[in-house]
């Protein structure tokens, strides 16, 4: 419903808006695709040889490609499954006093989750923030369930308009079909705009034909434009639905950087030295006759090692078996070491260590990369509390929520050890019941699961427990 504070523009006014704001936004969004591209073709379509670097004739051409372990790895910590289920979970913790909105709040948002399969379009942004330098969330609300959809879109699409750290404009560009809109009875202008663009002839015929489409936002409007056709409809939220997630950004800027950029020269060179000693390696597989003689030794086939080959007194004839060159071994493995201390991985992270070390122990050696992850997570953290605020005021009209993620944990676990520990604090009265679920179940609805627990002691006749302890 349109409020006293919504200016909604005029057709013209819209058009010579989004432009504007495109023609203004541009540059940077083609400066991303640009990194976009370079490092996708080198990580994720393990295209890493230039043409001015391949090598000659015959010559081995070997791709390692470590990068894409590294990102894998990266992408592995950033969103860990649950040890136990197997399954990618995010959790969430709404602070709020209030027991029975934190309970409807937390559920609302975990839902929504589930039903857009947070956990699919999680590893799709994050192998763009790794790989591209980027990662976004969309989140507009359903105009028929009046619930958010999450939607995933390609980073290179986006353009952004900033007042220092806040988004204040914003627009990507996608295609869609007319079948794709019917989708969405609700939709109806939209439909009506796709056909009056397309100036349908045969509807059933083209309706899986796709349109060109810009979707623009600010606090005000959202305008949608296909071709010459606008769509301007008010933002009754007053939220731009999207968070912008940057990997790694440099002071000042609100673009990120690719794992690639850390990795792109030393991958390289690790390329090129190994397929130099792969050459090597095989040209002296097989031994070196060295002659050391005047006579002809036209009838011996040297690389058969067969033949005729006179000798006189005093001269000398072996196989030679090179060595191989043992500082270009010590180079690659330099390299290699290089790129792990770049990346923050080390033996443990590898799962290389196979012995009973302790959850200490354990810390000490995942510190480098939880150090890492954590960096990054600042800026996941963000996005998912502008996320959650985006489904709170859409189902509730609740704003300004405090709203925490929830992650899986990164390392191995001693889980003997958390739960003693966690029963310790518990038993203490330094925590509370849903306090303890929330830090061995992160992933679930904290205040419904005891619940669930109570209701369940109490069926079987365990009630007389749950009066002296301590729940809130």
Known sequence: METKSQKIVSITDAKALVADFISSSEPLTKQRA?????????????????????????????????????INTYLAKLFPRNPETGTLEIGVKVREKDKTKKEQYEGEILKVYQEN???????????????????????PQDATTKSARIISLDPTSVYLGWSGNKLE?????DQISLREAELNPKENK????????????????????????????????QIIVIGNEVDIRPNESGIIPFAWIPNKPKSGSREGRSEGKTLYDLEKEYNKRSSDFAKRVKDNTSAILAVASNLDSSKLDREEGKGILPLKQGDKAEFLHLTENREVLNFLDLIERKMDKKMAVNDAVNGNIKSNVSSLAMMYYFSPLLDRIGLKRVYWDSAFRILNQAILQYK??????????????????????????????????LITHIEAIDILRPGENSTEKWNEIKAEMETMGKGKFLKNQKVQ
Do not use: H
Not at 169 to 173: G, R
Not at 405 to 415: F, H
């Open 190 to 221: 939209l439909i009506a705009v796709i056909k009056n663009f397309l100036k349908l002839s045969n509807e059933e015929a083209e309706k899986f034909k796709k349109v060109d489409r810009i979707t623009y936002w600010d606090n005000q409007n």
């Open 169 to 173: 404009q914003f627009a990507f560009k």
């Open 117 to 139: 399969n947070l956990g699919e379009i999680l590893l799709e942004q994050g192998q763009n923030f790794l790989v591209g330098g980027d990662g976004c969330l969309y989140f």
């Open 34 to 70: 640009s990194q976009f591209a370079k490092y996708e073709r080198f990580i994720a379509d393990n295209q890493q040889w230039d043409t001015a670097d391949m090598p000659d004739g015959d010559k081995p051409m070997l791709t390692f490609n470590q990068s894409e372990e590294y």
């Open 396 to 429: 509730f009209a609740a704003s300004n929520i405090s709203t925490e993620p929830i992650y899986q944990p990164i390392m191995p676990l001693d889980t003997e050890s958390k739960i003693k520990n966690t029963v310790l604090m518990l038993e203490n009265g």
